[in-house]
């Protein structure tokens, strides 16, 4: 397969320019995406773009990975409803180093061949004179032409309106595309599919000035099959920095995803080829208890984006919540695992010495109404302090039985867990 093959196989080419196909399947490209500095951390919304670029390298091509350094401060008015706040320069500064190290993971920049560039538009956009682009580049685009595109139209359609800023955002991009044409001799630009208009725009302010053709691809909406946006949860965004979002989150979203979307974000998501995808499809519809598609999917993101050993952290982390062996643990770990579960803060002067009963800690876990219910519970089997089952009703828990001094587990049946913090 070529390039383009392959995109449209794994379903990433919502809508593609005539001339797309030939150019990926004939003859090695320089293509472009912009990566907006919104935040110091891509999130996993990012992905599909970034698996973009990957496969365009791993076919040959040479990947740009452009960070809005100079649109950052302008606001990109595609999929927004309202104006976005204004970035400084040292924020959007501080955003593009987080990016850089990200994108790092997924591109290789020291090929032989075809090395992946990051580039600033900054570079280009910060110098320039504003009476000369609405000379050389404003003057090819009508205002009709502007709100013709949806995510203008949609904008100026509201109460509030788009701003000249804001409006003014698509000319910048296309002047993006001219730059790096002249450049790299970039002819391909992709995006998300809320990117089309500026992408055409791009294109079309080649073809008059460079009178050369230029092509672009779009990506789908990657939505769930309920309709949720992918990457947004109740817990919030799902981030590839792993101070915002733990390697074990992460891990557990891509372990959650509903057997619906799991081969399409296998596809998405994964560089698993067509058999192996194959594969799990089946185990799918003939075991869909066994989850073998969302461990293998969650296995394959996390090590892309955490690398090996993180991964192996996430993995040790999820079998704890299966009973798995928790003492090897950190307390951060345990409170990162733990964080949704109930409760309870208790002095450490209860746990000094021998300790306190056992059958209390039950009660102040709220598994057991009274000392005897919680007496039959243990010697029945059904209490377990940091995972291991204790069956003597007069076991005692002192503070060496918490993780680091501080955080002790109780579970109590299969899957009701309950925290214990001395404070």
Same mark, same amino acid.
């Given at each position: 397969?070529?390039?383009?093959?392959?995109?449209?196989?794994?379903? @990433?080419?919502?809508?593609?320019?005539?001339?797309?196909?030939?150019?990926?399947?004939?003859?090695?490209?320089?293509?472009?995406?912009?990566?907006?500095? &919104?935040?110091?951390?891509?999130?996993?919304?990012?992905?599909?773009?970034?698996?973009?670029?990957? /496969?365009?390298?791993?076919?040959?091509? &040479?990947?740009?990975?452009?960070?809005?350094?100079?649109?950052?401060? %302008?606001?990109?008015?595609?999929?927004?409803?309202?104006?976005?706040?204004?970035?400084?320069?040292?924020? %959007?500064?501080?955003?593009?180093?987080?990016?850089?190290?990200?994108?790092?993971?997924?591109?290789?920049? *020291?090929? /032989?061949?075809?090395?992946?560039?990051l580039l600033n538009n900054a570079d280009w956009l910060a110098p320039l004179r504003l009476i000369d682009f609405l000379r050389d580049t404003g003057k090819h685009f009508t205002v009709?032409?502007?709100?013709?595109?949806?995510?203008?139209?949609?904008?100026?359609?509201?109460?509030?309106?788009?701003?000249?800023?804001?409006?003014?955002?698509?000319?910048?991009?296309?002047? *993006?595309?001219? &730059?790096?044409?002249?450049?790299?001799?970039?002819?391909?630009?992709?995006?998300?599919?809320?990117?089309?208009g500026n992408i055409v725009a791009g294109i079309e302010l080649i073809r008059k000035l460079r009178e050369d053709r230029a092509y672009g691809g779009v990506f789908p909406l990657v939505t769930s099959s309920g309709g949720v946006k992918f990457g947004k949860t109740e817990a919030g965004t799902i981030w590839l920095d792993p101070y915002l979002t733990s390697p074990f989150r992460f891990y557990q979203f891509w372990i959650n995803t509903d057997d619906r *979307?799991? %081969? &399409?974000?296998?596809?998405?998501?994964? @560089?698993?080829?067509?058999?192996?995808?194959?594969?799990?499809?089946?185990?799918?519809?003939?075991?869909?208890?066994?989850?073998?598609?969302?461990?293998?999917?969650?296995?394959?993101v996390t090590r892309m984006v955490h690398g090996e050993a993180n991964l192996r952290k996430a993995i040790q982390a999820s079998q704890v919540l299966f009973g798995g062996a928790i003492t090897d643990l950190s307390g951060e770990d345990v409170l990162d695992i733990f964080a949704e579960v109930p409760s309870t803060e208790m002095s450490r002067a209860l746990f000094e010495g021998e300790g306190m009963p056992l059958v209390d800690v039950v009660v102040a876990c709220g598994f057991a109404s009274s000392k005897g219910a919680a007496r039959r519970m243990i010697e029945q089997g059904g209490i377990y302090v940091n995972n291991s089952r204790v069956t003597e009703a007069r076991a005692m828990i002192s503070l060496s039985d918490f993780i680091e001094g501080q955080y002790l587990v109780m579970r109590k049946g299969a899957r009701e867990y309950h925290l214990i913090r001395a404070s």
């Open positions: 397969m070529n390039a383009y093959d392959e995109l449209q196989w794994r379903g @990433m080419l919502y809508e593609a320019t005539e001339g797309l196909q030939e150019a990926l399947a004939t003859r090695k490209v320089t293509a472009y995406i912009g990566f907006d500095p &919104t935040a110091a951390s891509l999130h996993v919304g990012s992905l599909l773009p970034i698996m973009g670029l990957v /496969r365009l390298q791993r076919y040959g091509h &040479t990947p740009i990975a452009l960070v809005g350094g100079g649109t950052g401060m %302008i606001g990109d008015p595609s999929g927004k409803t309202l104006e976005r706040q204004l970035l400084s320069k040292e924020q %959007i500064e501080y955003n593009i180093a987080g990016i850089r190290e990200q994108l790092s993971h997924f591109l290789d920049f *020291d090929a /032989r061949e075809n090395p992946a560039m009709n032409y502007m709100l013709a595109k949806e995510s203008v139209k949609r904008r100026y359609e509201q109460g509030d309106g788009i701003s000249f800023t804001e409006f003014s955002y698509m000319l910048l991009q296309a002047y *993006d595309f001219l &730059t790096l044409y002249d450049r790299y001799h970039c002819t391909v630009q992709m995006g998300g599919s809320d990117q089309w *979307d799991v %081969i &399409t974000y296998l596809k998405y998501f994964t @560089m698993l080829n067509r058999e192996e995808i194959a594969e799990l499809e089946t185990a799918t519809l003939v075991a869909p208890e066994k989850r073998e598609a969302q461990r293998r999917l969650a296995q394959e």
